[in-house]
């Protein structure tokens, strides 16, 4: 008798701490509803961003703990966003394999924060922090493989964004940082593989500094336009690989699909990838 009273007890419990959980989520979820926006755009983003990873941990995962967490996130950055930081990943409960590209990447975040993303990217910047807080709170259940590979992926193509933002834009890419291909082909050429073994033993000297790489994928304006997009992005990916075939650390490139490049519709110049190294003061 004994031993099923305490059963029951710890269930009673466990109920009762769901259920107020749950009535937490929804206050401040309503709370929220309720806050006017600051006005600052990257305030405005970031709460927005938080109430949507909310409603998605409410709504479709059942989570209300996960939930609460983001919808006083975004209460936050409603009210004094400039010290709603990035996930402290001490708070959480990250496996040890997991933990040290975490801590890089939170590391680039923040020096970013420091070098004025929020007000140079204000957009980009909100929508890196938010999925980096993403990752770290899926990371940290470690079950749902899918949306732990789309924050972290969200993260790393929106902080490339971020720096090229902090650069000052696109810069002019020299001949020697560019891979051309030929006409509807995403593959390398033979050619070209001097140029990654280039890229490549730059970027290992480079391998305990913060730089990074944007990889931008460019196609003419021959045919359908989704379809040079998609071919831009296959294009980039594949430089991606040869990299991370020469030693390149995956983490440390970004891809961007550009699509077509204005210009005459047939132009060899144009089918081509970029390498950017995102660097900046």
């Known amino acids: 008798m004994k031993s ?19 009535g937490c989520a929804e206050y401040h979820k309503r709370v929220l509803d309720c806050t ?9 983003t970031l709460a927005k961003e ?13 989570d209300e703990i996960s939930a609460d967490y983001y919808y006083r996130k975004a209460l936050k950055a409603s009210k004094e966003c400039d010290s709603v930081l990035p996930a402290c990943l001490e708070d959480w409960d990250i496996p040890e394999d997991k933990l040290a590209e975490l801590q890089t990447a939170r590391a680039r975040l923040v020096r970013a ?5 929020r007000r140079d990217a204000p957009k980009m910047t909100a929508y890196a922090q938010a999925h980096f807080d ?7 259940e470690g079950w749902q ?34 891979v051309f291909f030929d006409l509807e082909s995403a593959k390398v050429k033979d050619e070209d593989k001097k140029t990654l073994e280039n890229v490549a033993q730059e970027a290992l000297a480079k391998e305990n500094s913060t730089a990074h790489i944007l990889l931008v994928g460019r196609t003419d304006k021959a045919g359908d336009a ?35 490049t204005p210009g005459p519709n047939v132009d060899t110049h144009n089918r081509r990838v970029d390498i950017i190294f995102l660097e900046y003061k």
């Open 226 to 260: 989704k379809y040079n997009e998609n071919l831009s992005s296959q294009r980039a990916m594949n430089v991606k690989k040869e990299l991370v075939r020469r030693g390149v650390s995956p983490e440390r490139i970004a891809i961007k699909a550009e699509g077509e």
């Open 4 to 22: 099923k009273f305490l059963v029951s007890s710890v269930k009673l419990s466990a109920a009762m701490a769901l259920l107020l959980m749950s």
């Open 134 to 140: 993403c990752w770290v709170e899926q990371q940290a």
């Open 113 to 117: 924060l420091a070098n004025g993303a």
């Open 145 to 178: 493989k899918l949306d732990i590979a789309h924050c972290r992926s969200e993260f790393y193509a929106s902080m490339a964004e971020v720096e090229v933002m902090l650069m000052g834009g696109f810069t002019n890419v020299s001949p020697s940082n560019m």
């Open 50 to 62: 938080y109430k949507i990873l909310g409603d998605t941990e409410q709504s479709i995962m059942y």
């Open 36 to 44: 006017e926006p600051k006005g600052n755009e990257f305030c405005d």
